[in-house]
């Protein structure tokens, strides 16, 4: 069973750094693509970013595009979300995404400007960051 698992949220202040990180198992990692997403009450869930399996292809939502960064390592199973200059309308809960893509498709999703929650199947619990004014 693929289990996904977010952490690294947490309460930072406006301006502040912060780095999320994401496990996944019982999956060949280096076959896998990978997404960040957030959701606040009331909205709906959106692609923060979003990484190819060899890390070559990436998307970034226009909001975070010079301030947050993805990256993975395959020798861990583990992608990350460095996220730089933190403002208070990134306060969200932090969800990990991960979706087999051994044919690269989320290049052609990425190509499209945007990364939909629906190409990921497994998911994780979310991670709470906070960004206060």
């Known amino acids: 069973q693929v289990q996904v698992v977010e952490s690294g949220g947490d309460l930072v202040q406006t301006g502040g750094s912060l780095t999320l990180s994401c496990t996944a198992s019982?999956?060949?990692?280096?076959?896998?693509?990978m997404g960040w997403f957030r959701q606040v009450p009331g909205k709906e869930r959106e692609g923060v970013a979003c990484?190819?399996?060899?890390?070559?292809?990436?998307y970034y939502e226009d909001s975070v595009k010079g301030r947050f960064t993805v990256s993975r390592d395959n020798n861990k199973n583990t992608v990350y979300l460095h996220m730089n200059n933190l403002r208070p309308e990134d306060t969200a809960m932090y969800y990990c995404?991960?979706?087999?893509?051994?044919?690269?498709?989320?290049?052609?999703?990425?190509?499209?400007?945007?990364?939909?929650?629906?190409?990921?199947?497994?998911w994780g619990q979310g991670t709470q960051v906070t960004v206060s004014s």
């Open positions: 995404a991960a979706d087999h893509d051994i044919h690269d498709v989320l290049k052609v999703v990425v190509g499209t400007a945007r990364c939909p929650p629906t190409f990921f199947a497994f």
């Open positions: 019982e999956l060949t990692f280096g076959d896998t693509a």
């Open positions: 990484i190819g399996r060899k890390g070559d292809i990436t």
